[in-house]
């Protein structure tokens, strides 16, 4: 069974079009778009929160 990061990124690749990380970098690249995506996440409902929290 594959991880979530590995399915995350495998999803991003083909949903985006980036290109492919190299052999040794399949790993790291996972981690990365998996970070990236959750920090993206957690900003905009971050920003929401705000947004409510004000008005």
Known sequence: MRS??????ESFIWGV???RPK???K????Y???GILAA???GVV???LFLVTRF
């Open 27 to 30: 790993r790291l690249a996972a």
């Open 4 to 9: 979530l990061t590995d399915i995350v990124s």
């Open 17 to 19: 079009g980036i290109t």
């Open 46 to 48: 971050g920003l929401f």
């Open 40 to 42: 993206t996440v957690l």
């Open 23 to 25: 052999e040794g970098q």
């Open 32 to 34: 990365y778009i998996s």
